[in-house]
């Protein structure tokens, strides 16, 4: 994706869904956590060890769906690296997406 | 003559009952575990709306465009089935909650009657130890027949409950391991049509009313009710027309899911300054909750139940909306609705909480045979100025603008409670203080408010067009109001022909304790009042033991009219100022809860740390 993208035109607009994707990461880096400490002690004894298990599969599920989201956005992030090293890129749309170039959050 | 006891055969003493296994559970804690995964479930499905709608680009074209588009259906049905699975799991964990709760409750009846038989073979054992005559042994071997009965019959209640517990362990155990690895995840949801998606389609547009929403929540089935819960606690959960304990179960996804993703991403220090009040709020909700869930109902001893039937920590620029109920909204006999004054946001609500848990404790406490939800409702923007931040100039800035706009949210928030009890009405009070009394008196005289009581509290007045009791659209005799001597706020109203509005722009409104308003004046001086005017004194009609809190319950359960205290009126007569006969009065203190509940009180003077 990266390096075919060095050759069209990339829209502003795909700044703005790198910087979403990111925002999906650590929403689901959240809900991750959110699985990690839900907590099995209530459980009884039976059921406590299969609860463990799903929570701590489900948190390295839900890790790797957010990374799957920062892998998107870094890919996002490389595409508009590489259109702006082209010189086809217009000073217009060097100023409209060299703040995207950088991850915020 | 009675047969020696040596001639006569004792019969057989029923056998001990077998104990009832022990059973280690937690049902709260396996509920807190379902919310946090139905909470992270709702993360997930963020994911899969995304990617629909938002993740693409669509002004972008090219290979580039191309390839990064083909990337997203696979990802967006892995989000989806990753959220449908999750979900599943969750409402198994509630219902596992249920269950086990059920099994514990069953765990004690068998307990009990383990004892009461252990007893009665106690008694039988004392009966053939004593020497029986011929007849007695006859009647004893009777007893021991019937009780060696009913110890079969509760050995057979315990096989049953062990199985039970078994079944329901298994059960949870499969629900666990049966979506364990993602490719069983695709396999059983990879593809499947969320219930929530066409459950929402079919959602009245905007602008419906409170009777339509009601309509079309109760026209879905229990599954895709539960749907929209965990996949779109957004759209109903402030949704007037919503049973309450729906709104509750959304809300409470909803703040669990923004305590835990601006929690996140605080940890990480990329909270922005605008999140960073957003989570102040999240955390004040969640505040509030815990303040009623802890507290304990007068008559059951029971802890409190909450609901929270407003929540958007991002509401009024920041300042947040919060409403949440001490009690059941859904089915209470008596529902109170505080709305607050100057200085509330949803900063606040722990505060307000105490306040309507306060409230909620009294109205038990006074009539233990009806029901009763106090809920106070931070649904408006109140002004933010406080005198004791702001100077005395702030009347000077606080007009009714603020009050006019919250009036109409009150007055949808009334509707919805209405029409969510639809055929089975609750007795409705709005109870207005300080500025919230202003905010209250638009609702009612601007909407038509649709409560069966009226009642205000240290009221500056409710609005420049209420002249009247009869100006709010119910009988007068239902509207009540309760004012300090003492309170500086209340005596901003208008008496008389002098208007505030007249002196910098003090007033919100004629005096409803005046005697031309034709409100029920009710005993609201406090025991602790100074014989100046005192700000401390505006804060106090919601404290326990206080004529104020004892005359607002009984309103509240409808008993107004011939329990409460009436004070008499205010009287301004053309030649001199405002007189009232309270202030001389000796103020009684007034029981409102157990004993045993009963704390000190502190009370401060010439101010208050808390908004009104």
Redesign the interface.
């Known amino acids: ?2 390096g ?2 060095s ?5 502003a ?2 700044g ?2 790198s910087r ?2 990111d925002e ?1 990461h ?10 990690r ?11 406590t060890g ?2 463990r ?2 929570l701590t ?2 948190d390295r ?2 890790t790797g ?1 957010g990374n ?2 920062e892998t ?1 956005a870094d ?2 992030r490389v ?1 508009i690296e590489d259109y702006l090293a082209t010189d086809r890129a217009t000073e217009a749309e060097i100023g409209a997406l060299d703040p995207y170039r950088e991850e915020e ?1 | 003559m009675a047969t020696p006891v040596a001639l006569v055969t004792l019969p057989t003493l029923p056998r001990r009952p077998r104990p009832v296994p022990p ?11 379902g919310a ?2 139905l ?2 479930s709702a ?2 499905d ?2 899969g709306t ?1 990617i629909a709608g ?12 191309t ?2 588009h083909a ?1 997203l259906p696979p ?1 967006g049905r ?2 989806d089935a ?1 959220s449908l699975a ?1 979900r599943g ?1 969750a409402q198994r964990v509630d219902a ?2 249920d269950e ?1 709760e059920s099994l514990v409750r069953r765990r004690t009846d068998l307990l009990e009657m383990r004892t009461g038989l252990d007893a009665e073979i106690d008694a039988l054992e004392a009966r053939a130890a004593a020497g029986p005559t011929a007849e007695e042994v006859v009647a004893l071997g009777d007893d021991c027949v019937r009780v060696q009965g009913r110890v079969e019959a509760y050995e057979a209640d315990v096989t049953l409950w062990r199985g039970d ?2 079944a329901e ?1 298994s059960e ?2 499969a629900a ?2 049966r979506v ?3 490719d069983a ?1 695709d396999r059983f949801y990879g593809g499947v049509p969320d219930p929530a998606d066409a459950a929402l389609a079919r959602r009245p547009g905007a602008g419906a009313s409170a009777t339509e929403v009601n309509d079309w929540w109760d026209s879905l089935t229990s599954t895709e009710q539960a749907a929209i819960i965990a996949a779109a606690p957004g759209s109903i959960g402030n949704l007037d027309g919503i049973p309450a304990s729906a709104r509750h179960a959304a809300n409470a996804v909803a703040l ?2 923004d305590l ?2 601006w ?3 605080e940890s ?1 220090g ?1 909270l922005s300054e605008e999140e960073e009040r957003w989570l102040e709020n999240a955390r004040a909700a969640r505040d509030a909750r815990d303040e009623i869930e802890n507290r304990t109902d007068p008559v059951t001893g029971e802890p409190i139940l909450a609901q929270i039937y407003i929540y958007d920590p991002t509401a009024f620029d920041g300042d947040g909306a919060i409403a949440i109920s001490a009690g059941d909204l859904d089915t209470a006999d008596n529902v109170a609705v505080v709305v607050p004054g100057l200085g509330t946001d949803a900063e606040s609500a722990p505060y307000q909480a105490d306040r309507a848990a306060t409230l909620y404790e009294s109205s038990r406490f006074l009539d233990p045979d009806e029901t009763n939800a106090s809920m106070f409702w931070i649904g408006y923007d109140a002004p933010d100025n406080l005198p004791w931040d702001e100077g005395w100039d702030w009347a000077q800035v606080v007009n009714e603008d603020l009050a006019t706009q919250g009036g109409e949210h009150l007055a949808d928030t009334i509707d919805g409670l209405r029409a969510a009890r639809d055929g089975d009405p609750a007795h409705l009070t709005a109870i207005g203080h300080s500025y919230g009394s202003t905010t209250t008196g638009h609702a009612a005289h601007d909407h038509g408010l649709d409560v069966d009581e009226i009642v205000v509290v240290g009221s500056p007045g409710l609005g420049g067009d209420t002249d009247q009791a009869s100006d709010l659209g119910i009988d007068p005799d239902h509207v009540w109001a309760g004012s300090n001597s003492r309170d500086p706020v209340a005596q901003l109203a208008n008496d008389g022909w002098v208007h505030g509005e007249l002196l910098d722009g003090a007033g919100l409104g004629d005096d409803p304790v005046e005697d031309d308003f034709g409100a029920n004046r009710f005993e609201a001086e406090d025991v602790s009042r100074p014989d100046h005017i005192d700000f401390g004194q505006h804060s106090l009609y919601f404290e326990h033991n206080t004529e104020s809190l004892y005359n607002i319950s009984q309103i509240v359960n409808g008993d107004g009219a011939t329990e409460a205290t009436q004070a008499g009126h205010v009287h301004d007569p053309w030649w001199g100022g405002p007189q009232d006969p309270e202030w001389d009065r000796d103020p009684s203190t007034t029981t409102t809860q157990p004993r045993s509940q009963s704390g000190s009180r502190s009370v401060s003077s010439g101010g208050s740390s808390g908004p009104w």
């Open positions: 994706m990266a075919e993208s050759w069209e035109v990339v829209p607009t795909v703005v869904v979403r994707w999906q650590l929403d689901l880096q959240a809900a991750a956590g959110q699985i400490d839900a907590g099995t002690s209530g459980f009884t004894a039976a059921v299969p609860a298990r799903f599969t489900w599920h839900a769906l799957t989201c998107t890919g996002l595409a959050r | 059973l280690t559970v937690a049902p709260e804690s396996v509920r807190t575990c946090q995964l909470a992270a993360q997930v963020d994911l995304f938002k993740a693409r680009a669509g002004d972008w074209h090219g290979t580039g465009s390839s990064y990337t990802l892995q989000a990753m999750l799991v596992h909650a086990m517990v078994s362990e949870m155990v666990f391991e364990l690895d993602l995840v669990d899911r835990a993703d929690g996140n991403a990480q990329l």
